[in-house]
């Protein structure tokens, strides 16, 4: 099996629609098409949400490292269906199951993103992922999503 390329931050702003301050992929360390990715977001003290989540404990909030999760797992769909995505396609969330949180997530963390293919039936796709600090699964969960393609 070839190596991959890391995806830089212009490829990425390229297949994903998410812009500041929703954009929550910085890189893609490795993927194999149809698999698993491994992505990851830099988590700093600028993060608008930080003003609010908690000003005097700043904590990422779960529900934003699950889109994290999710939008990594669309990356992988996206360069795994390439030939069959158009331009402007996007992927919607359909279902969030056995979501976990097991620690924080805070500024000056790296959180690592790890998201695998269970199934995909036409355009209708099942996730697995975790979230991982320093080698520690933060949070996990089991995604769905369906893919919608520009009209």
Known sequence: MPE??????MEIM???????PF???????DYTLGENIQALKNVTMNEPFFQ?????????????????????GV???FLSEKDHVD???????????KAKFRRKVVPGDQLIYD?????????????EAKALVDGKVVAQALL?????KNK
């Open 23 to 29: 954009l929550l992929v910085d890189r893609v360390l």
């Open 75 to 77: 990356l992988l769909v």
């Open 87 to 97: 331009a402007g396609s996007l992927a919607y969330f359909t279902g969030i199951d």
């Open 144 to 148: 769905s999503a369906i893919l919608v």
């Open 115 to 127: 998201v695998s293919i269970l199934k995909q039936k036409g355009s209708f796709i099942k996730l």
């Open 14 to 20: 390229r297949l994903l629609p998410h812009r500041y």
């Open 4 to 9: 991959v390329e890391p995806l830089e931050i």
């Open 52 to 72: 609010g989540h908690f000003p005097l404990e700043p904590v990422m909030p779960g529900v934003l490292v699950i889109e994290g999760l999710a939008q990594a």
